[in-house]
């Protein structure tokens, strides 16, 4: 399975469920209390289909593609979701709660077109609303 992972040292980078140390300082990466956002970004019209960036806590975890699902995976917690668009910064920032009883959260994402702005809309997800990762 696909996941991106992201570094004490700030490097932001994918593996897989095997992934155990940074790709880029190779430090052991502290895996024991983590959790998953699984993030589905739903098809654009392809005027729309350029990246978005993803953020969680304020900090960058990469971009995702149209029509690609990733698993971030993050420490238990409760987690601040945005995504923005390469010209605009406007996201409903859902608040995401990670635990050891429910330790993976399935969102999907997609752009609420507007008059003068468009907006990132975040929306809870069922498992079998997210495509393979």
Request: net charge positive; aromatic share 6%.
């Amino acid at each position: 399975m696909k996941c991106r992972f992201r570094c004490g040292c700030g490097n932001v980078f994918n593996g897989d469920e095997n992934t155990q140390v940074c790709s880029a300082c190779g430090r052991p990466l502290d895996l024991q209390n983590c959790g998953a956002i699984q993030l589905y970004r739903m098809g654009n019209m392809l005027g729309m289909a350029v990246g978005m960036g993803i953020y969680i806590d304020e900090q960058p975890f990469g971009h995702i593609g149209n029509k690609e699902s990733v698993r971030l995976v993050v420490p238990y917690g409760s987690h601040k979701l945005h995504v923005t668009h390469s010209t605009n910064r406007r996201c409903n920032d859902p608040i995401i709660t990670i635990t050891p009883e429910a330790p993976v959260a399935f969102c999907k994402v997609h752009i609420k077109a507007g008059f003068a702005v468009n907006t990132m809309i975040i929306e809870p997800a069922r498992p079998e609303d997210m495509p393979p990762v």
